[in-house]
T-cell receptor, first 113, second 115 residues
Framework: AQKITQTQPGMFVQEKEAVTLDCTYDTSDPSYGLFWYKQPSSGEMIFLIYQGSYDQQNATEGRYSLNFQKARKSANLVISASQLGDSAMYFCAMRDNTDKLIFGTGTRLQVFP | NAGVMQNPRHLVRRRGQEARLRCSPMKGHSHVYWYRQLPEEGLKFMVYLQKENIIDESGMPKERFSAEFPKEGPSILRIQQVVRGDSAAYFC?????????????FGPGTRLTVL
């Protein structure tokens, strides 16, 4: 069965430092997509970054990059130069051939000055 | 270019009443997904629709819940005879194509509170 695991319920990082949020996944489908979403305290879900299972390069979007290790089934999110506005819940999700997104339980990131 | 629209943003219902949640996908998107987020949890898939068709409703509770996406107008998630356990945030997402590479973009959610 498809599953997403986020083992860090909470993380702290100092402003301007980099932080890595862990995500592992399990699927038997050869074709899948991996996504990260940010949910600030206001509640909306904001798409951050996408990685396809056949992509050779790690995805990057501004300060966000995805450390994709296919053999280990991990898709960790790296946020560089953290900002106070990065404080939020972060969800890793996987979309496979059944079309639905399967979400992890999330990691609450707090950035302190 | 407007994003996914959901209304109302907040909905309060008493036990036994009906809740209707509306979702207008992004322009050009013909695929709509509904998810539910219970407090302090991740999102759980409920139903996937295209215009006039339910493609996958494997995450929908068997009773009281229904969804539609008519030819004209928004997608509707309907909850009949609400109970306290239905209190949650309900998110709608849309995507342009049916493909594992397509990103689902989310609306702001509807927070349902059942008194």
């Amino acid at each position: 069965a498809q599953k997403i695991t986020q083992t860090q319920p909470g993380m702290f990082v100092q402003e301007k430092e980099a932080v890595t949020l862990d995500c592992t996944y399990d699927t038997s489908d050869p074709s899948y997509g991996l996504f990260w979403y940010k949910q600030p305290s206001s509640g909306e879900m904001i798409f951050l970054i996408y990685q396809g299972s056949y992509d050779q390069q790690n995805a990057t979007e501004g300060r966000y990059s995805l450390n994709f290790q296919k053999a280990r089934k991990s898709a960790n999110l790296v946020i560089s130069a953290s900002q106070l506005g990065d404080s939020a819940m972060y969800f890793c999700a996987m979309r496979d051939n059944t079309d639905k997104l399967i979400f992890g339980t999330g990691t609450r990131l707090q950035v302190f000055p | 270019n407007a994003g996914v629209m959901q209304n109302p943003r907040h909905l309060v219902r008493r036990r036994g009443q009906e809740a209707r949640l509306r979702c207008s996908p992004m322009k050009g998107h013909s695929h709509v997904y509904w998810y539910r987020q219970l407090p302090e949890e991740g999102l759980k898939f409920m139903v996937y629709l295209q215009k006039e068709n339910i493609i996958d409703e494997s995450g929908m509770p068997k009773e009281r819940f229904s969804a539609e996406f008519p030819k004209e107008g928004p997608s509707i998630l309907r909850i009949q005879q609400v109970v306290r356990g239905d209190s949650a945030a309900y998110f709608c997402a849309s995507s342009p194509l049916r493909d594992s590479t397509d990103t689902q973009y989310f609306g702001p959610g509807t927070r349902l509170t059942v008194l």
